[in-house]
């Protein structure tokens, strides 16, 4: 069983940049692929960027493209999520996820982290 905590959200203005953390533990982490989905209030969970095991190649959801960068560093045992640029819009809460393929991760993760909430005021 792997254990994914979360870190780094807060309160930042319009145009300003957050990096939110995810550590996991438990298990064989290194070996999942891993991701970042959010839900705003009101709206369903949506996914927003997976990367795979090795940390090679990453996927984006069209509304992040160009904005925000998710990486990991598999010395330190972390994955993270750089976010520029932030709008309004994405204000939600953060969860991190991780999966056996980035493409079980982008739809139906086995594991998942308690959130983190990013507020983006205007």
């Known amino acids: 069983q792997v254990q994914l905590v979360e870190s780094g959200g807060g309160l930042v203005q319009a145009g300003g940049s957050l990096r939110l953390s995810c550590t996991p533990s438990?298990?064989?982490?290194?070996?999942?692929?891993m991701g970042w989905f959010r839900q705003a209030p009101g709206k369903e969970r949506e996914f927003v960027a997976a990367?795979?095991?090795?940390?090679?190649?990453?996927h984006y959801a069209d509304s992040v493209k160009g904005r925000f960068t998710i990486s990991r560093d598999r010395s330190e045992n972390k994955m993270y999520l750089q976010m520029n640029s932030l709008r309004p819009e994405d204000t939600a809460v953060y969860y991190c996820?991780?999966?056996?393929?980035?493409?079980?991760?982008?739809?139906?993760?086995?594991?998942w982290g308690q959130g983190t909430q990013v507020t983006v005021s205007t």
């Open positions: 438990g298990g064989t982490p290194g070996g999942y692929a």
């Open positions: 996820a991780a999966g056996n393929t980035e493409a079980l991760v982008m739809t139906t993760p086995r594991f």
């Open positions: 990367i795979n095991w090795s940390g090679k190649t990453t």
